[in-house]
């Protein structure tokens, strides 16, 4: 079992949340992204710098990532392609990736995007704070324990 996170724009706080809790588990991390990603935790963890190419650290994961494993990410699209491989995906507001939701969470992504470009609404960064923190601790609680039993 290997815990994957795509740490371009993973938050401060679940790098070092999971960076903690994987060491104590002996279990192993790699934060992918295409640049050197800070982690303020001691850790059994690599960091995998990969180019700046679109999606090059999702082509990475999703290479390397197997069943048994677990992904931390943002990216629905991506995480489609994930759980189309079994894989266990989880989003750092502590929503699990399934094939029941993938689609409407797709849906409504294209959606949004497609009000934005019309103009109708606009992107902005709701922020991370710790109540999203701790719907992501319990999440990521829940799947590592279930994927230590299951594997």
């Known amino acids: 079992m290997t815990v994957w996170i795509d740490a371009d724009s993973c938050p401060t706080l679940v790098r070092n949340h999971v960076a903690k809790h994987t060491h104590r588990l002996n279990i192993p991390l790699f934060f992918v992204a295409n640049k050197d990603i800070p982690v303020n935790e001691e850790g059994n963890y690599k960091r995998i710098i990969v180019s700046e190419q679109k999606d090059a650290a999702d082509n990475y994961i999703l290479e390397h990532a197997e069943p048994g494993d677990l992904v931390i990410t ?48 606009k992107h902005f960064n709701e922020g991370y704070d710790k109540k999203k923190f701790g719907l992501f601790a319990n999440c990521f609680d829940k799947c590592i324990h279930q994927l230590i039993k299951k594997y």
Not at 74 to 81: C, L, P, V
Not at 86 to 111: A, H, L, Q
């Open 74 to 121: 943002r990216d629905i699209i991506f995480a489609e392609k994930l759980i189309t491989k079994n894989i266990c995906t989880i989003n750092d507001r502590g929503t699990i990736f399934t094939n029941d939701n993938i689609r409407e969470m797709i849906s409504e992504r294209n959606y949004n995007l497609e009000l934005a470009n019309l103009g109708l609404v």
